[in-house]
């Protein structure tokens, strides 16, 4: 990796990611079929060892896809490349909205295969996104190691002072299956709970 050019980012989603999408664009999603979307994308990430066990998905008023990404912490070697954070950018450049409220076919929803951690968590009210999907919960993803960061002690009620809709522990039971298939297969967990020694490789 170049460190010649600091003031310079570049994220790219994996090769793969570009030939799986297109059969999802121009098809109304719901609920259920958004977060199987979300789901599978997390399933695929670790089947290409492109990132962590984690989807979002973006969708308007009318269920059609708006933005879409993976996890890519590992491959691209940048702690806040969450697969919402991605999925919110995207979305915000290709409505050309800072606030996604004002986006055409607002208002916006966030589809997460996995709880959102503090990070995300904390992004989602300032993008603008109307309604949170969840699968997996908390619970599902310290099984797999991860650490959620510390959030407000309201939790994913703290969304509801935006005004922002949360819908939890939808397809829980498949988004968790992916979180325990990267833990079995012993997949890097680069943000493990505090206090364990970590050294940057």
């Known amino acids: 990796m170049s460190h010649t050019q600091p003031w310079f980012v570049q994220v790219n989603l994996p090769k793969w990611f570009e030939s799986y999408l297109p059969s999802y664009l121009g098809i109304p999603l719901d609920d259920a079929h958004a977060m199987d979307l979300a789901i599978a994308l997390s399933a695929k990430n670790i089947q290409h060892h492109t990132g962590g066990p984690f989807g979002a998905v973006?969708?308007?008023?009318?269920?059609?896809?708006?933005?879409?990404?993976?996890?890519?912490?590992?491959?691209?070697?940048?702690?806040?490349?969450?697969?919402?954070?991605?999925?919110?950018?995207?979305?915000?450049?290709?409505?050309?909205?800072?606030?996604?409220?004002?986006?055409?076919?607002?208002?916006?929803?966030?589809?997460?295969?996995?709880?959102?951690?503090?990070?995300?968590?904390?992004?989602?009210?300032?993008?603008?996104?109307?309604?949170?999907?969840?699968?997996?919960?908390?619970?599902?993803?310290l099984v797999a190691g991860f650490d959620e960061g510390d959030k407000p002690a309201l939790g994913l009620a703290s969304l509801h002072r935006w005004g922002i809709v949360v819908n939890a522990d939808v397809q829980r039971q498949a988004a968790a299956a992916v979180l325990a298939d990267y833990a079995r297969q012993g997949g890097a967990v680069y943000q493990p709970p505090p206090l364990r020694e970590q050294g940057c490789e």
């Open 58 to 141: 973006i969708t308007n008023s009318h269920g059609f896809l708006v933005a879409a990404a993976v996890n890519l912490v590992t491959s691209s070697g940048q702690s806040w490349t969450h697969a919402e954070m991605l999925a919110l950018t995207l979305a915000q450049i290709h409505t050309g909205c800072l606030d996604l409220r004002k986006a055409p076919l607002a208002p916006l929803s966030l589809y997460s295969s996995a709880e959102p951690c503090a990070m995300c968590l904390g992004a989602v009210p300032w993008s603008g996104i109307a309604r949170v999907v969840i699968g997996a919960r908390e619970e599902d993803i």
